[in-house]
């Protein structure tokens, strides 16, 4: 009798975690790249758009994303965490669409697909007053180097710990820690000179 080389993963979709759904991916099973989608797209969506402020753009880079990692499933490792990995694969589909339009501005002006307003607030002045500091803070992230832009949105929006961002980012903690002080002290430069040109 001749064992089969290849080898096969059951996985719950629903219990199982995003290693054993990947490494099953990598073993064959591609219908587990789906599982995989319906937990990142909207995930990865919010990423791009943040640095991107495109939405058609970012539905596409999504696309790209899991065309890559169905390419190069054979690269996975079972060390680290999933979500560090396609997030590495996400910056490099970034970098590619960046290169490819230098010429094109990131206006971050559009956040509403990004949040939702929740309907207890106390007063329509209030809620607007709140929508338009969001709508400044996201002009505020467009106007960051894209390194900083990548470092807040996977830090805050997206709870990419100091370690697996210093895996991304192919540096020490420490420095991730500094490199994150001054992208969060830019983006308040650029906030609050945003207020003081909106207030004039």
């Given at each position: 009798m001749v064992e089969s080389t290849e080898e096969t993963i059951a996985v719950d979709p629903v219990e199982t975690t995003d290693h054993d759904l990947m490494l099953a991916v990598r073993a064959g099973e591609i219908a587990r790249l789906g599982d995989l989608f319906e937990?990142?797209?909207?995930?990865?969506?919010?990423?791009?758009?943040?640095l991107t402020g495109q939405r058609t753009a970012s539905e596409d880079l999504v696309q790209l994303v899991?065309?890559?990692?169905l390419k190069y499933r054979h690269t996975y490792r079972d060390e680290g965490k999933f979500s560090a990995w396609i997030y590495h694969l996400a910056r490099k589909v970034?970098?590619?669409?960046f290169r490819k339009n230098a010429h094109a501005p990131v206006s971050l002006n559009e956040p509403d697909d990004l949040h939702e307003v929740?309907?207890?607030?106390?007063?329509?002045?209030?809620?607007?007053?709140?929508?338009?500091?969001?709508?400044?803070?996201?002009?505020?992230?467009?106007?960051?180097?894209?390194?900083?832009?990548?470092?807040?949105?996977?830090?805050?929006?997206?709870?990419?710990h100091h370690e697996e961002l210093a895996r991304l980012?192919?540096?020490s903690v420490g420095a991730v820690k500094v490199r994150m002080h001054r992208?969060?002290?830019?983006l308040r430069?650029?906030?609050?000179?945003?207020?003081?040109?909106?207030?004039?």
């Open positions: 937990r990142y797209h909207r995930p990865l969506y919010g990423f791009f758009v943040r899991f065309y890559r990692i970034a970098a590619d669409h929740p309907d207890h607030a106390p007063h329509a002045a209030e809620q607007a007053a709140q929508a338009d500091d969001l709508a400044l803070m996201h002009r505020a992230l467009g106007a960051l180097p894209l390194e900083q832009r990548e470092l807040l949105t996977l830090h805050r929006f997206h709870n990419v980012f192919d540096c992208a969060l002290g830019a430069e650029h906030y609050f000179k945003l207020r003081q040109e909106r207030a004039a």
